[in-house]
């Protein structure tokens, strides 16, 4: 990064610091003294940032921020270095981006009687698959994955989603690993001279392992053709979908 002071200065531009909700995070500031004095760090945590905290190694320039009660979205610290021969401070306000924590789990609705992991349908047309997300925030867009290809997103109103695949990613007979991810999106920056907007995305949930078995039951046993006048006609009707 480019360095611009007089004596001394932390770097023009530092990067966001990003973590999620309540994932402390730790990172080395850099500073620079033309005359090659040590130099002390500070930092802090404005009025306008409430629910996070940070320390700070004055010698090293080691900082840690730890959302305490902060909800996700764009926040700021105050960071400042000084030469250990002056008195005045470079200080920068630095943005902190908190992401949603991921969603907790799925829960497969188009399942087939008795297993709910089965289902008949492999998201063709016509054949779309229905969902649930739970662990969700309202008002973020909750994206489903089959295998790591998209296959169905909504916009939660609760703290749960229910959504319906696209039907245009055909899934293969066989077994599906399913996650989700939360994505808060246009989150306002508003941080020192940074202004604009930020996609805050979380990690993606625990998968759940899916069964998709599109074929059509075969007949594996064959009919009794003969029956007797008076008598009671049975046929146990065998398929390959009998376990």
């Known amino acids: 990064p480019v360095s611009i002071c007089m004596t001394t200065c932390l770097p023009f531009s530092i990067a966001a610091i ?3 909700v309540n994932a402390p995070v730790t990172i080395t500031l850099q500073a620079h003294d033309v005359e090659g004095d040590p130099v002390r760090f500070d930092a802090y945590v404005p009025q306008t940032s409430p629910g996070l905290e940070v320390s700070i190694d004055a010698e ?4 840690t921020v730890t959302p305490v009660s902060a909800q996700p ?3 700021a ?3 400042g270095v ?3 021969a002056g008195s005045d401070w470079d200080v920068q306000a630095v943005p902190v981006y908190l992401h949603p924590l ?3 789990s799925i829960e497969l609705l188009t399942h087939a009687s008795g297993n709910d992991r089965l289902t008949y349908l492999n998201n063709t047309p016509g054949n779309e698959l229905g969902f649930r997300v739970f662990g969700v925030r309202p008002g973020a867009l909750v994206s489903l994955y089959a295998d790591g290809q998209l296959i169905g997103q909504a916009t939660a109103t609760s703290s749960s989603v229910t959504l319906a695949t696209n039907g245009t990613v055909p899934l293969a007979d066989g077994i599906h690993q399913i996650t989700a991810i939360q994505t808060l999106e246009d989150e306002p920056i508003n941080v020192g001279n940074l202004k604009g907007t930020v996609d805050l995305v979380s990690k993606a949930s625990p998968s759940l392992a899916i069964t998709v078995d599109s074929g059509m039951p075969t007949f594996t046993s064959t009919p009794v053709t003969v029956a007797a ?3 009671q006609y049975t046929y146990d009707v065998q398929t390959a979908e009998e376990a």
């Open 18 to 20: 990003e973590t999620a």
């Open 60 to 63: 090293t320039g080691k900082l």
């Open 73 to 75: 979205g764009v926040y």
């Open 77 to 79: 610290i105050l960071v």
């Open 82 to 84: 000084q030469s250990a």
């Open 102 to 104: 991921a969603p907790t």
């Open 229 to 231: 006048e008076g008598s």
